[in-house]
């Protein structure tokens, strides 16, 4: 059982470039979120997902979109990467009333 | 809209020595909350969780919170600091489907 993964764990963009993170669960979890996390600011939601095939906007969603596919997956894209993108990357699926985490992809953008 | 306040960014206590984290809630009515410790480079892991039921929660650890509605706080403490508790906390509430993290307590632990 290898919980929440990410895919993948380090990259480095330049501005303008796109890209996709992967997570993936095999808990069979039905809710997945994507979050940020920035020094002095917690965790910021981007986008989550309630089922296969649903998403919907958190707090700071400008400038990624997002696709749940299949169950296990949700996918985060940049489609033109900006340096206040820099940022560690956090997937996490939810078994109510718990989330459990994965372990971060950081992301810079030059 | 939920949010969580923590005080202080950043609490340094002595090897066994009383670990208090602040943890402060707005809500209008009484929240599921949670603590999370993160470790350098590494995912959130649940310490604690608060869901109604006993207002005195004892989580992993040794760590435990008691939520206290008449103070709207969920504050976090641990009777003896070990070096191992070195750490980021964070303090979260959910509503509806979306949790709401205060910006974090970094946790040093003075040898």
């Known amino acids: 059982n290898a919980g929440v993964t990410q895919t993948p764990k380090f990259r480095v963009l330049k501005t303008g470039q796109s890209m996709t993170l992967l997570c993936a669960q095999d808990?069979?979890?039905?809710?997945m979120y994507w979050y940020r996390q920035d020094p002095g600011m917690g965790l910021r939601l981007i986008h989550y997902s309630v089922g296969e095939g649903t998403t919907a906007k958190g707090e700071v969603p400008d400038g990624y979109n997002v696709s749940r596919l299949k169950k296990q997956n949700f996918l985060l894209g940049l489609e033109s990467a900006a340096p206040s993108q820099t940022s560690v990357y956090f997937c996490?699926?939810?078994?109510?009333?718990?989330?459990?985490f994965g372990p971060g992809t950081r992301l810079t953008v030059t | 809209a939920q949010s969580v306040t923590q005080l202080g960014s950043h609490v340094s206590v002595s090897e066994g020595a009383l670990v208090l984290l602040r943890c402060n809630y707005s809500?209008?009515?009484?929240?599921?909350l949670f603590w999370y410790v993160q470790y350098p480079n590494q995912g959130l892991q649940l310490l604690l969780k608060y869901t109604s039921a006993a207002t005195l929660v004892k989580g992993i650890n040794g760590f435990e919170a008691e939520f206290k509605k008449s103070e709207t706080s969920f504050h976090l403490t641990k009777p003896s600091a070990h070096m191992s508790d070195a750490a980021e906390y964070f303090c979260a509430v959910i509503t509806g489907n979306q949790f709401y993290f205060g910006t974090g307590t970094s946790l040093t632990v003075i040898p």
């Open positions: 809500s209008s009515v009484p929240p599921y």
């Open positions: 996490a699926s939810r078994q109510a009333p718990e989330q459990y």
């Open positions: 808990m069979n979890h039905e809710y």
